[in-house]
């Protein structure tokens, strides 16, 4: 049985920093392609970062590029999300979620990124809350 399990959220002031992580069990990190999506208030989920291949390949979402950083310690099966520069509208929901196909896409797999139906496995979620 695949778990995701969230922790790291919180409450922040703007400009400032946070850290999500994402542990996975019954699920190889490194086999296939992980991702953190977000879902703020009345607007759907909608894909933040991605990181495939072992941590080979990222893609992030233009919105959150040279502010946040996702990488993966495949030895402790999880899964980072580096929020810096938070701004009020990084406000949100954030879940883990885990595909175990979307690496089939090969070096296109970044196309589908975004797509919440292109994961398989979702966490619980944890809330980052970014105040001014």
């Known amino acids: 049985q695949v778990q995701l399990v969230e922790s790291g959220g919180g409450s922040v002031q703007v400009g400032g920093s946070l850290r999500l992580s994402c542990a996975a069990s019954g699920y190889d990190s490194s086999s296939d392609c992980m991702g953190w999506f977000r879902q703020a208030p009345g607007i759907g989920r909608a894909g933040v970062a991605a990181i495939c291949f072992g941590g080979n390949d990222t893609w992030y979402t233009d919105s959150v590029k040279g502010r946040f950083t996702i990488s993966q310690d495949n030895a402790k099966n999880t899964v980072y999300l580096q929020m810096n520069s938070l701004k009020p509208e990084d406000t949100a929901i954030y879940y883990c979620?885990?595909?175990?196909?979307?690496?089939?896409?090969?070096?296109?797999?970044?196309?589908?990124?975004?797509?919440?139906?292109?994961?398989?496995?979702w966490g619980q979620g944890t809330p980052v809350t970014v105040s001014s």
């Open positions: 979620a885990a595909s175990t196909f979307l690496g089939r896409h090969g070096g296109n797999w970044y196309l589908y990124a975004d797509s919440h139906h292109n994961y398989n496995y």
